[in-house]
């Protein structure tokens, strides 16, 4: 009797913890099945699209024609050095969960290919920005920050800069085809406006073709192209150190050349610029390389005009 009531027991006991499993599993599937039609739902509008940009130009651009149909981030904040960036574990993650990567690429960001690979992200779309455009050569390719694919400021030509914002539509679409219509209308826009600023460098700096001016930074060979002007670096990027050799070149270059200025950057003071510039007599302008400062895409123009402007006063 006392066997067969603990035998009751038990057999109560059993029944109720298979309820309660049944009742889990059941939750479960409820719960499984109500998080599958969130993201089908999610896909079919695709209002989560998760885009990750590497750096600032490329994050306006992005967003630029994003508009507010996904969500944009930056991998490297600006304010951080750009060009001799390594990844961190925030980076590795923000990939991991991303549906797409937009770049400029010309090996600007070489820091990419081991993260990429280590993120284990198999689906991630990347967006090569920079595709099909003609580059230039870096003047200093001897240099240890050579970059693979030449010279990658081909941000800073309104000119080109459409031709990566369409890039940019392009791969986008094709991605993610819901939200065409909106990626073709902000970028449509974006593009008219990049339009309208090529139109104002054009006519503003044709009085002034064949200036010549100097850079701590190789970052302005595209824009000088576009409007015949002539940018000469001296050293490639603005952390590299400036010798007293490099100092004899800008020497060399304004003796030879009628250099009319010499350009360094918003937040950058070095002693020996201002120094090179009193000695010389050369005017001293800031030129923005765009690599840093704020992620409205409107920013882009406000920097450049700065720029524009700075060149003007410059040349004249
Ligand atoms: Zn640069």
Redesign the pocket.
């Known amino acids: 009797m006392l066997i067969n009531s603990s035998k009751m027991l038990l057999n109560f006991f059993l029944t109720s913890r298979r309820n309660f499993f049944k009742y889990s599993l059941v939750t479960g599937l409820t719960c499984v099945t109500t998080i599958s039609l969130n993201s089908v739902a999610r896909a079919q509008n695709n209002s989560s699209l998760k885009i990750v940009t590497t750096f600032l130009p490329i994050h306006l651009f992005t967003k630029a024609v994003v508009g507010d149909t996904g969500q944009v981030n930056i991998l490297i904040s600006p304010g951080t050095e750009?060009?001799d960036y390594q990844a961190t574990p925030g980076d590795a993650k923000l990939l991991a969960t991303a549906d797409v990567l937009v770049e400029n690429g010309l090996g600007m960001e070489e820091f990419l290919a081991s993260l990429v690979a280590n993120t284990g992200n198999s689906q991630l779309e990347r967006i090569d920005s920079s595709q099909g455009i003609t580059v230039i050569e870096e003047e200093y390719s001897e240099h240890e920050h050579h970059h693979e694919g030449g010279n990658?400021?081909v941000w800073l030509d309104p000119v080109l800069a459409q031709q990566q914002v369409a890039t940019i539509r392009d791969r986008l679409i094709e991605i993610d085809p819901s939200n065409a219509d909106s990626y073709s209308n902000n970028a449509e826009a974006y593009i008219q406006q990049l339009q309208q600023l090529d139109n104002e460098f054009s006519q503003r700096l044709a009085p002034v073709k064949g200036c010549k001016f100097i850079t701590f930074?190789?970052?302005f060979p595209y824009l000088a192209q576009r409007y015949e002007l002539r940018q000469e670096a001296i050293v490639e990027?603005p952390e590299d150190s400036i010798t007293p050799q490099d100092l004899q070149r800008v020497q060399q270059a304004a003796d030879q050349y009628q250099v009319k200025a010499l350009f360094t950057e918003p937040g950058i003071e070095d002693q020996r610029i201002q120094q090179i510039s009193s000695d010389l007599n050369l005017p001293l302008e800031a030129i923005d390389?765009l690599?840093s400062g704020e992620t409205d895409p409107q920013y882009y123009f406000q920097a450049m005009r700065g720029n524009l402007e700075a060149l003007e006063r410059a040349c004249k």
């Open positions: 750009v060009h990658p400021h930074h190789d970052a990027i390389p690599e």
